[in-house]
């Protein structure tokens, strides 16, 4: 599955480099990927928040200095696709409410369809007939 959009070159870019480096584009690496290219902090920090020899995220990451509420958004948002983390004792700032309060909410919302691509299929509903309406 292909993303239908990215927010920049510079994160397309970055999307399929990331990819590449890590030799796996299964929908986690997708996900994790395509949401911490959006933001140019996270792009250039990347070795802070994930660690590509154990192939893992780094939480520890979300205290560095160059974080922004943007940008630390973005890496909760991608670390809970990654493996469902959020912070213990906060996990209220993992909410929906609290993480797409920001300009990056299409691009999170592209981010779960390449997490859960089987759940974000198109489905219509189900009309029913005039002659098929009971009263």
């Given at each position: 599955?292909?993303?239908?959009?990215?927010?920049?070159?510079?994160?397309?870019?970055?999307?399929?480099?990331?990819?590449?480096?890590c030799?796996?584009?299964?929908?986690?690496?997708?996900?994790?990927?395509?949401t911490?290219?959006?933001?140019k902090?996270?792009?250039?920090?990347?070795?802070?928040?994930?660690?590509?020899?154990?192939?893992?995220?780094?939480?520890?990451?979300?205290?560095?200095?160059?974080?922004?509420?943007?940008?630390?958004?973005?890496?909760?948002?991608?670390?809970?696709?990654?493996?469902?983390w959020?912070?213990?004792?906060?996990?209220?700032?993992?909410t929906?409410?609290?993480?797409?309060?920001?300009?990056?909410?299409?691009?999170?919302?592209?981010?779960?369809?390449?997490?859960?691509?089987e759940?974000?299929?198109?489905?219509?509903?189900?009309?029913?007939?005039?002659?098929?309406?009971?009263?």
């Amino acid at each position: 599955m292909r993303p239908a959009f990215f927010r920049d070159s510079e994160h397309e870019a970055f999307y399929y480099r990331m990819l590449n480096e890590c030799r796996n584009a299964d929908g986690y690496h997708r996900a994790l990927f395509y949401t911490l290219g959006i933001s140019k902090d996270t792009r250039a920090h990347i070795h802070d928040v994930f660690d590509f020899s154990n192939r893992g995220i780094k939480p520890e990451g979300l205290s560095a200095p160059w974080q922004t509420g943007s940008s630390v958004r973005t890496c909760q948002l991608a670390f809970n696709l990654w493996n469902g983390w959020s912070q213990a004792g906060a996990e209220r700032y993992s909410t929906p409410h609290e993480l797409f309060d920001c300009g990056f909410a299409p691009y999170f919302m592209e981010a779960i369809r390449l997490r859960y691509p089987e759940y974000c299929r198109l489905q219509l509903p189900s009309v029913k007939h005039k002659a098929e309406r009971s009263r």
